[in-house]
Structures are given as C-alpha cells and as structure tokens.
C-alpha cells in the first residue's frame, strides 16, 4: 500500500498515539508505503530515505499503484523559499509549505500540481528541479534556516533538528543522505582536518566515548551552520564548536563528510 502528504507538515510518531515522541516529520509531497494500522495511526516506510514510524492516519492521502509509478517518473521539483504560499484551485485557499517541499507531478508550463482533483498553483520562481549541487547553492540554501527553532524530530522552517536540517538542504540540491546524523556520517568522503575541508562540507560531533549526536554545514574553515537550540552561527576549530555567546567549546568535532 501507498500514501502521500498533502498538508504542509506530518508528524511521525515513536509509537501509534499522539503523545508518543515525534521522531521526524514529512514535509508536503512526502511519499509513504504504509503497514499496520494500530488505533488510528499508520506505520509507514519513508520513500526518500526509508525512515519509519506512526502517523495519523486520517492525514495520509492513499495512491493507487499506478499512481505511485507515475510519480515515480516525474522529475522532483521542491519548494526554495523559507515559506512558499500555493493557491488551491479548487477554492483559491493558500497553503504554506516549507523550504524542500515536493510538488507531485508538477507542470512546469502551467505552474500546477497535484494529484486526482486536487491542484495547487504556485509562482514557477519558487519551485527547483535540482542540478547538478554548487558550494555556493548549499550555502544559501543552509543560510535560509538561521534562527529556525530547534525541534527534536523537525525538518521545516519553523522548527527543525540538527540533522532535519542537513538532510533538507541537501535534498534540495538533489543530493539525498539519511535522516540521522549517525546515519549521515557513514556517507560520502570523509575529510581528514579543517585545513582540507570546504564550503557545504558536513561536519560531525561526538561527546567522549559516544556516539554521533550533532551535525552542522562549514559555511567556511571556521564557520558552522547548525541546529542547536535554534539554526546559528558558531566558530568551529579541529577541536570542536566554539559557541559564539560563551566562546567556550560545546561539542567535540570527530568527523567531517564531503558528498558532492
């Protein structure tokens, strides 16, 4: 079975029950392969990187099968913009989606999408079909987040976690790793020291003896981009962050990714 996101944001739960733990959202245009049904609420298995968990399942909008494969055909076009307001057609209601939003079978020449009956409109400079990635693209897309409120388990504009965050803005430049941090430092290359590192580089924090916990974008060799209370600027050293409000180090740096 298959299900796709039609509200702006999903929360996907631990457990099947409201007050369980959200562990990560999806955005609009998310696909799902859905499971069990418990009370409600659906298992489902994200398309993009295969995360799981329980979602509400009056908010799941079902596809057929043929359905699924066509979209699976459509080129991914998202959403650039912190907040990017679509016009439903059938009523002319807005709707806001947040930055790295999928547009189902978007029509480039009509500016539509949508599925069945239901199509939005959307202004054709706030949509991306992803190039080949820039250093410069990802900086301006990560930069896009700053001051967005940390949220365990968000990945919009108006709450959103360490890793939430990196995953979304790299998607945006068609470049899909995990969700996790942990997860996300087992791709692409590694780097062996600041010294060597680049613009759009992931770096990778670790308390001693533990695992991977936090993650954040180099805007350059002494500068991260990351989610930590809320989506800031903090200097970085081979050591580790440097919180700019206390210029004291807050977490140990232990790796570093390159993946375009």
């Given amino acids: 079975m298959f299900a796709i996101n039609l509200h702006p944001l999903l929360p996907v739960r631990a ?19 859905t499971g069990d049904l418990n009370g409600g609420f659906t298992f489902v298995t994200n398309h993009a990187d295969g995360y799981t968990g329980w979602v509400d399942t009056r908010m799941l909008t079902p ?17 650039t913009l912190p907040v990017t307001e679509v016009i439903s057609m059938e009523d002319n209601s807005v709707m806001r989606l947040s930055c790295g939003s999928i547009l189902p079978a978007y029509n480039q020449e009509r500016c539509i999408f949508g599925l069945g009956d239901t ?49 979304i803005v ?14 996300q430092a087992l791709c692409g290359n590694e780097i062996t ?10 770096v990778f924090f670790a308390a001693e003896g533990k695992s991977i916990s ?22 970085i050293t081979d050591a580790g962050i440097v919180s700019t409000s206390t210029v004291t180090y807050t977490k140990p740096l232990v790796k570093i990714c390159r993946y375009i």
């Fill in 15 to 33: 457990e099947a029950s409201e007050r369980s733990e959200q562990v990560t959202q999806l955005l609009f245009g998310e696909r799902v392969q």
């Fill in 63 to 79: 596809l057929e099968v043929s359905t699924w494969e066509m979209l699976n055909e459509y080129p991914l076009n998202f959403t």
């Fill in 119 to 167: 199509y939005w409109s959307v202004s054709p400079e706030f949509v991306k079909n992803p190039e080949v990635p820039s250093l410069t693209g990802i900086s301006q897309t990560a930069l896009q987040f700053l001051h967005t409120p940390y949220l365990w388990g968000g990945k919009g504009i108006f709450g959103i976690d360490c890793s939430g965050f990196t995953q």
């Fill in 170 to 183: 790299y998607r945006i430049h068609g470049v899909n790793i995990p969700r996790d941090a942990k997860d």
């Fill in 193 to 202: 020291s600041l010294s060597k590192a680049q613009t759009g580089d992931l």
């Fill in 214 to 235: 936090h993650v954040g974008i180099l805007l350059d060799r002494e500068t991260v981009l990351h989610a930590s209370g809320a989506v800031r600027l903090d200097k």
